[in-house]
């Protein structure tokens, strides 16, 4: 029984449940659940940031922020995917430049061939974020997948321990996981094979 409403369900085009807390998505589950509502509100929008500041250790969370820049309106317009749910958040006026990369193409339904959050969190890991977590209690506090002009989309981790000093932010090349920037001053951070 199960396996034929499982069956039904991929069919159908629904998910089953993952292994995330209740609530919490990936971020580009947060943006597959966004598309279609995008698009209607955006035809031609591209989104060209998504992130949080609340990340589980798994690469999930309950709610990503989504920026959708609208060259109709000349702005980008700002999301929040929560629990599955869209709801507006704001917008501003800045206009993005024409090579800014692009995580999706709302009128395409295209995203971008990266990493999705859970992957980059493990790519973060490997890159030394876990051996930080171990040896000074800190932890993913935030990531952002986004692009400068001239640039590859790129995740962006922030660790953390609040109120210690210990943080290091790891920029990752998004589509191959490999660390291509390390911002910290930190002593205990180490990058594997250094």
């Known amino acids: 029984m199960g396996f034929l409403l499982a069956l039904v369900l991929s069919l159908l085009g629904c998910g089953m449940p993952t292994t995330s807390p209740p609530g919490n ?99 973060g890991g490997a890159a030394g974020g876990t051996a930080f977590e171990q040896q000074t209690g800190a932890s993913v506090l935030s990531m952002t997948l986004s692009g400068s002009v001239g640039e590859d989309l790129r995740w962006s981790i922030f660790y953390s321990k609040p109120y210690t000093g210990h943080q290091a932010t790891l920029e990752l090349d998004a589509k191959s996981g490999d660390l291509v920037a390390l911002d910290t001053e930190d002593p205990a951070f180490h990058q594997p094979g250094r």
Not at 47 to 76: F, K, M, Y
Not at 106 to 114: K, T
Request: without cysteine; glycine residues 6%; charged residues 15%.
């Open 25 to 123: 998505n990936t971020a580009l589950q947060a943006v597959r659940m966004a598309l279609q509502t995008l698009h209607d509100r955006h035809p031609a929008g591209e989104v060209v940031l998504v992130g949080s500041d609340n990340v589980a250790a798994n690469g999930t969370a309950e709610r990503w922020i989504i920026h959708v820049w609208d060259p109709a309106q000349n702005a980008t317009f700002h999301y929040q995917v929560a629990s599955g749910r869209l709801s507006d958040v704001g917008s501003s006026g800045l206009a993005k430049p024409p090579t800014r990369p692009v995580v999706a193409h709302v009128d395409q339904a295209a995203i971008a061939p990266v990493l999705d959050s859970d992957a980059a969190t493990d790519a």
